[in-house]
């Protein structure tokens, strides 16, 4: 069973650049989720795909996009970074969509943002 | 929207003591609460989850109350062992309407003195 992977693992932009971080869903997962932790705080939720849709949305701007493939990997596509973007994105992917269970956490992607 | 507050930010308990974190929510539609731990550098992973229809839960030494009517869940570790020290986050689940989202505390850093 191949688990939740990201990339990349690091990465160093500067203010108003637009960056795409990835993330491979575990095998017969569906469902995609994303986490924006800054340091020392909880994940906030960002978004969630079900099935190439989006079903779920916290309270980020519009320039926090993504995107969920038939394969059920997903991109997560910030444009116009602030500095403030500054943080630990996490992936996780679950089975239910609407019912969630268990999410499976990726390692993450660390964003600098300068 | 959903606000999920959790009580202590840190715990330092003597191994072998007791650990309680509490949590709670302001979303009655909130119906499924998990609790993950984080150990440094890692990812979060799923410790203990209950959903609304049901008032407490337990696995080993770790168990979960959830009182809806109050709108708070807590997180109950006994016999707390070295391993056990790292930063935990409840969270609740909110399905209202069609927009799902999962909110985050921000983290108990619970430290078992040997």
């Known amino acids: 069973e191949t688990g939740v992977t990201q990339s990349p693992t690091h990465l160093i932009k500067t203010r108003g650049q637009q960056v795409t971080l990835r993330c491979s869903s575990q095998s017969g997962h569906n469902t995609v989720s994303w986490y924006q932790q800054a340091l020392g705080q909880g994940p906030q939720f960002i978004f969630q795909?079900?099935?190439?849709?989006?079903?779920g949305r916290g309270n980020f701007p519009p320039r926090f996009s993504g995107l969920q493939f038939p394969n059920y990997s997903s991109e997560l596509n910030v444009n116009a970074l602030e500095l403030d973007d500054s943080a630990l994105y996490l992936c996780?992917?679950?089975?239910?969509?609407?019912?969630?269970?268990?999410?499976?956490f990726g390692e993450g992607s660390r964003l600098t943002v300068l | 929207g959903e606000n999920v507050e959790q009580h202590p930010s840190t715990l330092s308990v003597q191994e072998g003591d007791s650990a309680v974190i509490k949590c709670t929510y302001s979303d009655s539609a909130s119906n499924y609460f998990p609790w993950y731990k984080q150990e440094l550098g890692k990812r979060p992973q799923l410790i203990i989850d209950i959903r609304s229809n049901v008032g407490e839960k337990k696995d080993q030494r770790i168990a979960v109350t959830l009182n809806k009517t109050a709108k708070h869940f807590s997180l109950h570790i006994t016999e707390t062992q070295p391993e056990d020290s790292a930063v935990y986050f409840c969270a609740a689940w909110n399905s209202g309407g069609s927009n799902y989202k999962l909110t985050f505390g921000k983290g108990t850093l619970l430290t078992v003195n040997p």
């Open positions: 996780a992917s679950s089975f239910g969509g609407e019912y969630t269970g268990e999410l499976f």
């Open positions: 795909y079900y099935r190439e849709e989006e079903n």
